[in-house]
């Protein structure tokens, strides 16, 4: 009766407190450590076996683009999964939301609407067209799944052949290109922060973090619950900045080519100073993944929503009982994942800087796997938005590392897919060891 | 007094099976009435039917002497109906506060959920139901019987339940657990709720309620006061299926 009446008191008791492990005292996530860990290790065998070429800048610079367009889907299809249903439809729905984008912004706005090649509205009308589309696809879905109680599995196995082929259909499988200008910023190395203000948005960001951990921790005092030692949070804190810092650092590292300057100054009219050199920084795609990663994760834990799914997830029943709508939530989750396809939509055509008729094949394949691989367990009810983040950069490093050292594409494709299977049975040899499910 | 709730001929059909078969029942406040009968002799399907979870094919619910239209789980909440399922409808994977306000978030000016305030809440009220429940932040698949119960228990009590539904609170249950929920039971009555109990376990019902309904095959076999009879009583009604007066 006494413990619980002063629950502020936890922390306090120092025979308990000595005895807790440095990890517990700093509460962070043991099953992060260790895929932060795999993947520090994958990074560094590879390296070994480049010679080097695999961490420098550049490569961590391209690595970080590849993986943007299955990281956003990632993160929806943690929902999904988490809902215990599946989404096998995403790769083909990209290409259904991306011969959207690449017909609005070549052929309807210049031609049919006449605003003409190269409207300042185009990029963003086109990006709106091809939202609309996925989500609309996306909540059908889900209609499906819910309402018609059809399994997930069916209902996007029948949309992986319908929707890959409405793209063929819409466009005749002819590539589209070249996309708008604007438009292609969001590719990748086409459109970049540049070194100032790519140390501008760092500094912010990790004003931003340092002031989320006080505030939290302020929280809790204010309610007399147990708070991790100070020395502990600095650690955190230090953590967060110099992983945040070194992340700016190492892109801002990544310089533009000398011949790629001289033709910028050409275009303009100018000849480039003697010595002058610029980097890349971080890329738009880059920072419209954090700014989804950062929202997915509210959503999560800190909205009703959030907390639906995952409750659902847990017990369907539980949630039904406890005055959930999961039908109208199944919706949702569905019409959320196709917008999260939409925009990875717009990354990936903009990568490619025009529409192909197999943009996004396999790709549901790496999503799921990045999800999976990320921590999220098919049986429902567990899943973290950093984890599929974590899990789609850990397979994108598998896979440029084995193109790097040369491996048969048949050999890496073998490797990968044992890895997922391999990483599916640590997770859950590790559960079983926490005691968790 | 005006019954707190009133079932009034209440039937449906699962299929060619009638599960709950014109059957009418009520319940005062600062009473408890238990459901005793069979297995598959319609005392769930009953009270999911006052809980919203079913829709019944006919009949009416009165409350507090209004008639009352309940078509979901929300719509009996909204009438201070709290359920406790034999199944424990709790989400395994979240943590105490989570499952005890699920439905019912308590949110921020934001409009995000405020998971100190709801963990504050949650110690506060698990203080004084179950002294001993610690885990406050672990999902809880990691507690006893007993602790999911209290979470369980505790949702009823903090939401201001009038009318409180257990379907087998103690069956998965210790002695000592068991004898906490039991010891609740008698609290809450004092409180002035109602509460309809289903158990299996005649002697533990005749402890607690103040009046038995047998049920068997769907059908009402009949309501009595406790004090009036025996266990032997309640046990032929249950097994015979015939009302005390003609058996």
Known sequence: ?437 | MTPLVELKNISLSFGGVRAVDNVSLDLYPGEVVGLLGHNGAGKSTLIKILAGAYQMDEGEIWIEGKKVNIQSPRDARRHNIETIYQTLALADNLDAPSNLFLGRELTTRFGLVDDAKMEAETRKIMARLNPNFKKISEPVSALSGGQRQSVAIARAVYFNAKILIMDEPTAALGVHESKMVADLIKELKAQGLGIFLISHDTREMLDLCDRVSVMKNGTLIGTEKVGDVTEDDILSMIIMGKARDAA
């Open chain 1, 1 to 437: 009766m006494t413990d619980t009446s002063t629950p502020g008191t936890d922390s306090h008791r120092s025979p308990t407190a000595s005895k807790r492990s440095f990890l517990t005292q700093l509460e962070i996530d043991t099953r992060l450590l260790g895929m932060i860990g795999a993947f520090v290790l994958v990074c560094l065998v590879f390296n070994v076996l480049t010679d080097g070429r695999f961490l420098t800048p550049r490569n961590i610079f391209n690595l970080t683009i590849q993986t943007v367009s299955v990281a956003i889907m990632a993160t929806g299809m943690v929902f999904v999964i988490v809902t215990r249903h599946i989404d096998l439809s995403v790769g083909a729905m990209l290409a259904t939301c991306s011969a959207a984008m690449a017909i609005t912004q070549t052929d309807i706005l210049p031609k049919m609407l006449g605003l003409g090649l190269g409207h300042p509205l185009i990029p963003w009308i086109s990006i709106l067209a091809g939202l609309i589309v996925g989500t609309v696809i996306g909540a059908f879905q889900g209609w499906l799944v819910g309402y018609l109680t059809i399994p997930a599995f069916i209902v996007t196995l029948g949309g992986l052949l319908i929707w890959r082929n409405v793209a063929w259909y819409m466009t005749d499988g002819q590539t589209i290109g070249p996309l708008d200008e604007t438009f292609r910023n969001f590719g990748g190395i086409n459109g970049t922060l540049g070194e100032t203000w790519s140390w501008v948005v760092g500094v912010i960001a990790v004003v931003l973090a340092l002031w989320a951990l006080s505030a939290s921790r302020r929280n809790k005092i204010g309610h007399g619950f147990p708070v991790k030692p100070v020395w502990a949070e600095a650690i955190v804190g230090l953590i967060i900045t110099v992983g945040i810092l070194g992340f700016v650092a190492i892109l801002n590292a990544y310089e533009v080519p000398t011949a790629r300057l001289i033709r910028e100054f050409k275009a303009n009219g100018e000849a480039m100073p003697e010595g002058y050199t610029a980097a890349y920084g971080i890329p738009y795609s880059v920072l419209l993944l954090i700014a989804i990663a950062i929202g997915m994760t509210v959503i999560a834990k800190r909205t009703r929503l959030g907390r639906y799914i995952f409750a659902t997830g847990g017990n369907p029943d539980a949630a039904e009982l406890s005055g959930i709508n999961t039908r109208l939530l199944t919706v949702k989750i569905f019409a959320l994942m196709g917008a999260l396809v939409a925009l990875s939509a717009v990354v990936a055509s903009a990568r490619l800087t025009n529409h192909s008729n197999d943009i996004g094949t396999l790709d549901e394949l790496r999503v799921i796997a990045a999800a999976v691989i990320g921590g999220t367990a098919l049986a429902g009810g567990i899943g973290t938005i950093h984890g599929a983040i974590l899990g789609a950069l850990i397979m994108q490093s598998l896979q440029s590392g084995m193109a790097m050292v040369g491996v048969d594409a048949p050999l890496q494709n073998i490797v990968v897919g044992a890895v997922l299977v391999l990483a599916v049975w640590i997770d859950i040899v590790y559960r079983r060891r926490t005691g968790g499910k």
